[in-house]
């Protein structure tokens, strides 16, 4: 076994895998998993409906802000949309404002909204463990959603929802200018591309986004659900720490 071989495995260890199948590896490691991923996969589960709540700031406000520390505290009291009456609070981004990577989701869910912070609950968890197996800590990425406020029910969010809340997003990766962006599920992708791509197609390809690369992948929620489905994540990031020129 050599020793990048070894250096590998480790990695995909710590990223959560216990179960490894090594016949027929050519490069390195294949965890074992059915033939097929199911299409399309999404984190959310669906709900009902709230009350509307049209309300400033207007996206002038939000693409004028002058800094992100400025863009946070305007989003704070945000009522662009009808989730500003379901949420605790606004779950702005957390992280290095001055990043390589940025890992774009989808939404809050209750331990985010709870704790103001996105990618805390257990999906955070093993996004936490992700970035640990690319040799990165939370602290030197930026985690952020596409969606500030906690849907109801953690339901899908609404088309209008994403256009209201698109601004923020759009100006996040305007200030942070990552090298390299990862997108967690179809609707950090597809909000902030606005395209309506197949997850399961896209996948593991390379888009761009003004000038930054994005790299698709599933949600941290979906490997939850699909443990099978962390190999394809892990040859995702594998793609990610090249770009990055991160070493094994
Ligand atoms: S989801 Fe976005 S647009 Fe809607 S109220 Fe929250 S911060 Fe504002």
Redesign the pocket.
Known sequence: MTDDLRRELALLREFGFTHLDLSGATSGARATSPASVPSDPNPAADAGEVAR?PLGPDTAAILEAPSLDELAVI?AP???????KS?TQ?VFGAGNPNADLMFIGE?PGRDEDLQGEPFVGRAGQLLTDIIRAMKLTRQQVYIANV???RPPENRN?EPD?LD??RP?IRQQVEMIRPKVIVTLGKFGLNSLLEQAYPISSVRGSWLEYRGVKVMPTYHPAYLLRTPSAKKDVWNDMKKVMAELEIQF
């Open positions: 709540a989003a945000c009522m662009r949309c009808r989730l500003a949420r606004v939404a969606i500030k406020c969010p929802e209201a809340c923020y």
